[in-house]
């Protein structure tokens, strides 16, 4: 934690400011150890302060080592300006993105109310940007939720049968996950089938699986505050001709993206080395999302791997490569795996196989 803070306070500089305010509780625990549903992070070049209510004074003691903790009894706009100059802080940076805008207001109503000199400056990814490099304990409690998500995968073959509805088995994915040692899910489980199949982010529903049709399953574990994030397709009963093509088209979009992609590779040509090989089977139209998207404490983060991404491939980063083809009125087919960068190469971390043919009709 010292050296993550040590790292941002360098940064500091670049952004023309003598401390941060952080509010993003991802960016929090990062920073802090700090897990609770509620707080703010002031971090100078003199110091860091981690304010917090009631609730959760004890459990930040115990959470967070070298960290002053003050209860907060006032709201965020008058806790700052009472601290802020204790803190050496005359231009304060602080996250555009998690900062609501009532906030923002309350803070300039604060400072022109008492004269303060404090100026705030708006900045973007300022922690984000350190996050998306992962240690090796970070990377140590991403695999193990992977393994997790591979398990559920191994559940899914013995378990799923038609008859059952969306609803039913989300459920029965959820129980095997958290009985496996997942904390909360990271998102909720999708279990798509049929024409479901063809909504990327499709909600269980009541609806029957049934036979001969395509299944999208995207499920993820969470292990310490990380994440994994896997999904497979599948089809019970008979083999279908149409399902097979989408799906060789997919998995191959897919594969090849595994091995193509390399370390300093831009994001944007990664997406298209995958992009590319399903517009040129003639489903282009039927891909309509990023390759992928960062993941750690948060399901979406950086990287992007996207068509309009600024980013590049890095060791170290984590993130999925999930191409997809989704057909409306018939159904879908994504194929997902949370991938690394290991010695310039992508190296999956979810190595559940691939097989989507079940004979549980």
Same mark, same amino acid.
């Given at each position: 934690?010292?050296?993550?803070?040590?790292?941002?306070?360098?940064?500091?500089?670049? @952004?023309?400011?003598?401390?941060?305010?952080?509010?993003?509780?991802?960016?929090? %625990?990062?920073?802090?150890?700090?897990?609770?549903?509620?707080?703010? +992070?002031?971090?100078?070049?003199?110091?860091?302060?981690?304010?917090?209510?009631?609730?959760?004074?004890?459990?930040?003691?115990?959470?967070?080592?070298?960290?002053?903790?003050?209860?907060?009894?006032?709201?965020?706009?008058?806790?700052?300006?009472?601290?802020?100059?204790? +803190?050496?802080?005359?231009?304060? $940076?602080?996250?555009?993105?998690?900062?609501?805008?009532?906030?923002?207001?309350?803070?300039?109503?604060?400072?022109?109310?008492?004269?303060?000199? +404090?100026?705030?400056?708006?900045?973007?990814? $300022?922690?984000?940007?350190?996050?998306?490099?992962?240690?090796?304990?970070?990377?140590?409690?991403?695999?193990?939720?992977?393994?997790?998500?591979?398990?559920?995968?191994?559940?899914?073959?013995?378990?799923?049968?038609?008859?059952?509805?969306?609803?039913?088995?989300?459920?029965?994915?959820?129980?095997?996950? %958290?009985?496996?040692?997942?904390?909360?899910?990271?998102?909720?489980?999708?279990?798509?089938?049929?024409?479901? $199949?063809?909504?990327?982010?499709?909600?269980?529903?009541?609806?029957?699986? /049934?036979?001969?049709?395509?299944?999208?399953?995207?499920?993820?574990?969470?292990?310490?505050?990380?994440?994994?994030?896997?999904?497979?397709? @599948?089809?019970?009963?008979?083999?279908?001709?149409?399902?097979?093509?989408?799906?060789?088209?997919?998995?191959?979009?897919?594969?090849?993206?595994?091995?193509?992609?390399?370390?300093?590779?831009?994001?944007?040509?990664?997406?298209?080395?995958?992009?590319?090989?399903?517009?040129?089977?003639?489903?282009?139209?039927?891909?309509?999302?990023?390759?992928?998207?960062?993941?750690?404490?948060?399901?979406?983060?950086?990287?992007?791997?996207?068509?309009?991404?600024?980013?590049?491939?890095? $060791? /170290?980063?984590? @993130?999925?490569?999930?191409? /997809?083809?989704?057909?409306?009125?018939?159904?879908?087919?994504?194929?997902?795996?949370?991938?690394?960068?290991?010695?310039?190469?992508?190296?999956?971390?979810?190595?559940?196989?691939?097989?989507?043919?079940?004979?549980? /009709?």
């Amino acid at each position: 934690m010292k050296k993550r803070i040590s790292l941002l306070k360098q940064k500091l500089d670049s @952004f023309s400011a003598d401390g941060i305010l952080i509010g993003s509780l991802p960016n929090i %625990r990062y920073l802090t150890g700090f897990t609770g549903s509620a707080g703010w +992070l002031i971090i100078s070049q003199k110091n860091s302060l981690l304010g917090v209510d009631f609730r959760y004074v004890e459990q930040a003691k115990i959470e967070t080592a070298d960290m002053d903790i003050i209860h907060l009894k006032k709201d965020i706009s008058e806790w700052l300006i009472d601290v802020y100059g204790e +803190l050496g802080i005359k231009k304060l $940076a602080i996250e555009s993105d998690y900062l609501s805008f009532s906030q923002y207001q309350k803070l300039h109503q604060v400072i022109k109310k008492k004269n303060s000199k +404090l100026q705030l400056i708006p900045v973007q990814n $300022a922690v984000e940007s350190l996050r998306i490099l992962k240690d090796r304990e970070e990377l140590g409690k991403i695999e193990k939720a992977c393994e997790i998500v591979d398990d559920a995968v191994e559940f899914i073959k013995c378990q799923l049968k038609a008859g059952k509805t969306e609803k039913q088995f989300a459920w029965e994915l959820e129980c095997f996950i %958290r009985s496996k040692g997942s904390e909360s899910l990271p998102f909720d489980i999708i279990v798509a089938s049929g024409s479901n $199949a063809a909504l990327p982010h499709a909600k269980p529903t009541d609806k029957i699986i /049934g036979t001969g049709e395509p299944i999208i399953i995207d499920m993820g574990a969470r292990y310490r505050g990380y994440c994994s994030d896997i999904t497979r397709t @599948f089809i019970i009963g008979e083999e279908d001709s149409n399902f097979n093509k989408i799906y060789n088209i997919v998995l191959s979009a897919q594969l090849s993206g595994i091995s193509l992609i390399k370390e300093n590779m831009k994001a944007t040509n990664a997406d298209d080395i995958v992009r590319s090989m399903i517009s040129n089977a003639g489903y282009g139209e039927y891909f309509g999302h990023g390759l992928g998207h960062g993941i750690g404490l948060e399901t979406h983060e950086l990287p992007r791997i996207s068509m309009v991404s600024d980013d590049e491939i890095k $060791a /170290g980063m984590v @993130f999925t490569i999930e191409p /997809g083809i989704y057909m409306p009125g018939w159904g879908g087919v994504r194929i997902e795996d949370t991938v690394t960068v290991v010695n310039g190469q992508v190296v999956c971390m979810t190595k559940a196989n691939k097989n989507a043919l079940l004979n549980g /009709g």
